[in-house]
């Protein structure tokens, strides 16, 4: 195998670019209650009917139903998310005490990872407890919206509290070999029971007709959050909520007419998923996702690129990458975006057109395995200083061979694993054998190539 050839020079080169780099951030931010499983959380829950095999029912409603999850998830092998009613959501906060907890929720996340980054936020996000703030790792480097008299002002962290109530989304982890009610995990991910306030409806009250303000103060943005919709935040079904939220972000990209990066998120809703589909992806410009939510948008799109989606829950085989590949294709020439990023376990993908030089494209994904690795390696990533740790870990071998297969497919030269074409960029990922946590990681990655993605435009 080739020398890696992202070495520190690089690294250095890339964080300084990003220094005070504006970018807008919303809409999801919620506290990650992280419990690992074990006998005593088995013994806080009722057993299942039939443990592993029972898809989880959708919103969760009892310890039954949340054992079902768990053990469907920890057989599977693949990362899961299914809501919660507000008042199994009480419940557990009543009867569970987690190991840790730390910030969560797609734009809370990657607003902590630009931060530390030296990156320059504008972060909205629609409950905001003390409690929450207190997990913003860097909160005097985020500006946060308010609107008076139709005019948008920036305020720091502290001053836009607005609310005692905090959402918080149980998180429980487990690694291969891990049992529950007779159930071993076939590898090491997480299920996340999600809870979904009666306030999140995607409308931002006077912010939503100010936004223009927003973009012209921003170089580009980073939304997430839609997949947090119930029957219970809509009176006639989600289109009229997602051509509201489709509206905001046309104003908004009005503003500055730049990038914007949608990442998309598992849910098992089906109308939900179906209504972010026509209303909200096609109007991306980049939609971030991983090899789950890859396969549920294959599905959605009814598409036939593949015959056989590959899963979790078997081995990667370096021959996937292709697979992916033709998914990728299919689906952003169905919704007509710009690009759609894969962050896999082994390696990154993005299928593109000429939105950005794919030398662009191609450092932004290796700068994201750096930050993927650290995120692994140390649980969170708190200071630039950080990501030497990353840059520690070997790009994964398996990556390696599948984007040489990739290039050998389309009828393109690799270098170290490395490709990039006007229409497919891709590089190994930096993997970490036993990471300090899963959560997250794929947020990560989504937000530190976007970001690099848009400072080496603007150079």
Known sequence: MQPDPYDSDRLEADIAALEELPVFVAYNANVDAIVRVDDELESALERPADPGNTPPPSPLTSTADLATALTHTMAKGRGDEVAMTDEFAATLESTLTPDAQQMGGQAGIMTNVLTALGAAPVTYTYLLSDRQRSLFTHPGA???????????????????????????????????????????????????????????????????????????????????????????????????TMQHARDVMGRLQAGGGFQVHVEYAVTHDEELRESIYEWILPEANVIGVDTHELGL?????????????PSEATP????????????????????????????????????????????????????????????????????????????????????????????????????????????????PNRVVEDPAGTVGIGDVVSSSSFILELAVAQE
């Open 316 to 427: 990667f085989d370096p021959s996937d990458g292709i697979a992916h590949y033709r998914m990728l294709s299919a689906i952003r020439s169905e919704l007509e975006v710009d690009c759609i990023q894969l962050h896999a376990m082994d390696y990154h993908l993005a299928v593109t057109d000429d939105h950005l030089d794919a030398a662009a494209v191609l450092r932004g994904l290796e700068f994201s395995a750096v930050n993927a690795a650290t995120k692994a390696a140390l649980g969170d990533i708190t200071s630039p200083a950080d990501l030497r740790t990353g840059l520690e870990y070997a790009p994964s071998a398996q990556g390696h061979e599948a984007i040489d297969r990739l290039g050998a497919h389309v009828g393109a030269s690799t270098e170290a694993g490395r490709l990039a074409t006007p229409s497919v960029v891709a590089c």
């Open 142 to 240: 985020v500006r946060y919206p308010l609107v008076e008299d139709g005019t948008v002002s920036y305020v720091p962290l502290e001053s836009a509290v607005n609310t005692e109530r905090t959402k918080i989304n149980w998180v429980f982890e487990f690694g291969p070999g891990d049992e529950m009610f007779g159930v071993t995990a076939s590898g090491g991910t997480r299920f996340i029971a999600a809870s979904r306030p009666p306030e999140f409806d995607l409308h931002a009250g006077d912010l939503d007709t100010a936004i223009d303000q927003v973009g012209a103060d921003v170089d580009g943005a980073l939304l997430a959050g839609y997949h947090n919709l119930t029957p219970d935040h809509v009176e006639e079904g989600y289109d009229e």
């Open 297 to 309: 948008l294959h599905d959605d799109a009814g598409s036939t690129a593949v015959e056989e989606v």
